[in-house]
């Protein structure tokens, strides 16, 4: 099987990262997302351009002396998420950052993402192109 890259989803998909979370906003459907654990990293490696199965075990290399049989389903399945959210984009080229991702977690935590949707009609407007005569915002985009 060949090797998968991802992509942020951009200009739809801006993040920023915290000490121990990652907020992924994405602002075509006003949805955001707290990306926790072993998540932060598979985020900026997968970002980055290293691929599925390459950040899969670089991951799992990381594992807790009792190791989590269910660590690699859990992986992908996180990782499905991030794509089925339009997060991250499958793409066939390596990342141009792969060289420069930080070095992996010293002990394997379930990677989480919460996604949260109650800020969504309001994240959706778009104000810079879509305001009203007087300047304000307009819902008529994000309708």
């Known amino acids: 099987m060949s090797e998968i890259y991802y992509r942020v989803q951009e200009p739809d998909v801006t993040f920023e990262i915290f000490e121990d979370e990652i907020i992924v906003i994405n602002l075509a459907n006003g949805r955001y997302h707290n990306i926790r ?23 799992l290399a990381a594992e807790a002396p009792d190791p989590d049989p ?28 792969a060289s420069e991702l930080p070095e992996a977690p010293g002990v394997y935590t379930t990677p989480l993402i919460e996604t949260f949707t109650d800020m969504e009609h309001l994240l ?19 309708l």
């Open 37 to 59: 654990g072993s998540g932060t990293w598979l985020w900026q490696a997968l970002a980055a351009g290293v691929g599925r199965s390459k950040a899969t075990d670089l991951l």
């Open 70 to 97: 269910d660590a690699a389903r859990k992986i992908s399945e996180f990782i499905d998420q991030l794509t089925a959210e339009d997060l991250l984009v499958a793409t066939p080229l390596e990342g141009e950052n």
């Open 124 to 142: 959706a407007i778009d104000p810079i192109h879509e305001v009203d005569a007087q300047g304000w915002p307009s819902e008529l985009g994000a």
